[in-house]
C-alpha cells in the first residue's frame, strides 16, 4: 500500500518560512519523480516544485528564488523549503510521487500565509 504523508504546514506570517516533508512508503522511493503542487480556494491544482530521481528540478515562476525542493533517498523523504512567504502562497500544499503510467498524491498540509 502507497502512503504519502505531508507534514509541516501551519499558520505563518508574510515574509516568514516554512519546510514542508513527506514522507513515502509502499514505493521504491529512489525511482520516482517527486513533486508538490498546490490548490488555492476556487483555483486549479497547480505545480509548485518537481524533482526527479536524477536529481533535475523545476519550478513555478511564482516561487522561483523563495522555494526549495530536494529530497533524501536514504528516508524516503521529500522537502520543500519555502521562504519570503506571500499571502497568495496560501493553498492546500500536496505531495505527488510520480513513475511512467504510475502516480500517487498525499492528502494535502494546509499552508496559510496571513498577519
Known amino acids: 500500500q502507497v502512503q504519502l504523508v505531508e507534514s509541516g504546514g501551519g499558520l505563518v506570517q508574510p515574509g516568514g518560512s516554512l519546510r514542508l516533508s513527506c514522507a513515502a512508503s509502499?514505493?521504491?522511493?529512489?525511482?520516482?519523480?517527486m513533486g508538490w503542487y498546490r490548490q488555492a480556494p476556487g483555483k486549479q491544482r497547480e505545480l509548485v516544485a518537481s524533482?526527479?530521481?536524477?536529481?533535475?528540478?523545476n519550478y513555478a515562476d511564482s516561487v522561483k528564488g523563495r522555494f526549495t525542493i530536494s529530497r533524501d533517498n536514504n528516508k524516503n523523504t521529500v522537502y520543500l523549503q519555502m521562504s519570503s512567504l506571500k499571502p497568495e502562497d496560501t493553498a492546500v500544499y500536496y505531495c505527488?510521487?510520480?513513475?511512467?503510467?504510475?502516480?500517487?498524491w498525499g492528502q494535502g498540509t494546509q499552508v496559510t500565509v496571513s498577519s
Open positions: 509502499g514505493i521504491m522511493f529512489r525511482i520516482y519523480a
Open positions: 505527488h510521487a510520480a513513475r511512467g503510467i504510475n502516480y500517487y
Open positions: 524533482l526527479t530521481s536524477g536529481g533535475s528540478t
